[in-house]
């Protein structure tokens, strides 16, 4: 058998080849540390030669425009700071400007050179303000889908682990809709994970309507969660408090009394359910209920509710605009309930409503002056109402438990 020993002197030919191969490594990890060394060196004090790269790359993109006040940034940990950031989009809807007063933002270059995301743990937004004006002559935009809307919510949010927007407002003109919006004092958390979770608090909330002209105003409390898997499904609750609304009308002018409204709501790709809600307006009206409303060409509302009129006469005169004219000669003090179904159906364009329920009246005292015609009684009724408004069917009672009834004539 041949020997297994290297001739001479080929054991110093392996090992000078080992040393070589260990050393040209060595030279390129050393290579690489100061091609990383000098890049960082090179960015962190050439920080406005990184801003301008940046704002021109952005400001390439169609209709944008970038414009950054400071950038200050640290590569290990990772960490980047822009104050007084405005961006300007221009397209066919119209034309948008943001502006940021600081932004903060930490994270990962590990995560953000192989590309794993979140790239950043945390992004701190404060002093936003987003103005939008749609353009008069807009194309229509076409109906919003709230899966695609959540689903672009959740894609961008996987870039950062925890978004918070501090003290932010919003303003947006909508002419062709005859609606403007605007809300102060708005402070967003949002993240994604297994689910996109959003928790939304607005001090002020404005909307106005054209057709017809109708103000909202109120704070807003708003949480909503996800799921990143399909089917897609979201759930949430909704709080309007210290609202008011107010409608303007050549025929009519009101303004409504302050209320609250709470709701619990569940949504999927057709259908809305609001699982319960709760409207209160102090020493009026208590509603309370559920709905849902299944979505599309042929759209149908169902609502079941139980509504709580504290006082009748109150009542009449906050919304007697919308009441009948000659019902000012009626007096009715005491409360009522109902209890049942609304449903309205759309189809082809043609809406239909339809009721089935309950109407009662407790003991109410009930008066009424009209020509020769005077009535002065305490009343008791329950009604059972079902149809649609116009040829509502009515059965049930009427009593009238004490009083007087006068009249000069009858014909």
């Not at 790269?53 to 970038?66: N, P």
């Not at 809807?93 to 794993?116: F, M, P, T, Y």
């Not at 961008?156 to 003290?167: A, F, I, M, S, T």
């Not at 009246?361 to 008791?380: E, R």
């Amino acid at each position: 058998m041949g020997s297994l020993k290297p001739e001479p002197g080929e054991g110093g030919e392996i090992r000078r080849g080992k040393k070589r191969i260990f050393r040209i490594i060595s030279f390129a990890l050393a290579a690489v540390l100061f091609l990383v060394v000098a890049c960082s060196l090179y960015l962190y004090f050439h920080k406005s030669t990184l801003k301008s790269y940046l704002e021109k790359t952005l400001s390439k993109k169609a209709g944008l425009t970038v414009a950054i006040g400071r950038l200050n940034y640290r590569i290990f940990p990772l960490r980047v700071e822009a104050d007084s950031v405005m961006v300007v989009f221009v397209s066919k809807q119209g034309r948008a400007d943001v502006r940021i007063g600081r932004a903060e933002a930490s994270g990962s270059l590990w995560r953000l050179i192989n590309n794993q995301k979140p790239f950043f743990d945390s992004l701190t937004v404060s002093g936003l303000n987003i103005e939008f004006a749609e353009d008069p002559n807009a194309p229509p935009s076409g109906p919003i889908s709230l899966r695609d809307l959540a689903r672009m919510v959740s894609g961008n949010l996987e870039y950062v682990g925890d978004l918070v927007v501090k003290d932010a407002s919003l303003h947006l003109s909508l002419p062709g809709e005859g609606m403007d919006l605007s809300a102060t004092g708005v402070n967003l958390k949002a993240a994604a994970a297994d689910k996109t979770t959003i928790g939304l608090i607005v001090t002020r909330l404005d909307l106005s309507s054209d057709k017809p002209k109708v103000t909202l105003a109120a704070g807003l409390r708003c949480e909503a969660a996800w799921p990143r898997a399909e089917p897609f499904s979201l759930e949430g609750t909704l709080d309007l408090t210290d609202s008011s609304i107010s409608l303007s009308h050549p025929e009519k002018q009101w303004e409504g009394p302050g209320f609250s409204l709470r709701a619990g709501f569940q949504a999927g790709e057709g259908s809305v359910a609001v699982s319960s809600f709760t409207l209160d307006i102090p020493d009026l009206v208590a509603l309370s209920g559920s709905g849902r409303a299944e979505l599309g060409q042929n759209a149908v509302m169902t609502i079941s509710s139980k509504l709580n009129i504290k006082n009748l006469e109150s009542a009449k005169k906050a919304f007697a605009p919308f009441l009948p004219p000659n019902l000012p000669a009626f007096s009715l003090n005491g409360s009522a309930q109902w209890e049942g179904d609304v449903r309205r159906e759309t189809a082809s364009g043609a809406a239909k409503i339809y009721v089935n329920g309950a109407l009662r009246l407790p003991p109410a005292h009930f008066i009424m002056n009209q020509g020769s015609l005077s009535v002065d009684q305490v009343l008791l009724a329950e009604l059972h109402l079902e149809g649609e408004p116009a040829g509502l069917r009515a059965s049930g009672f009427v009593e009238g438990r004490q009083g007087r009834l006068a009249a000069d004539s009858f014909q």
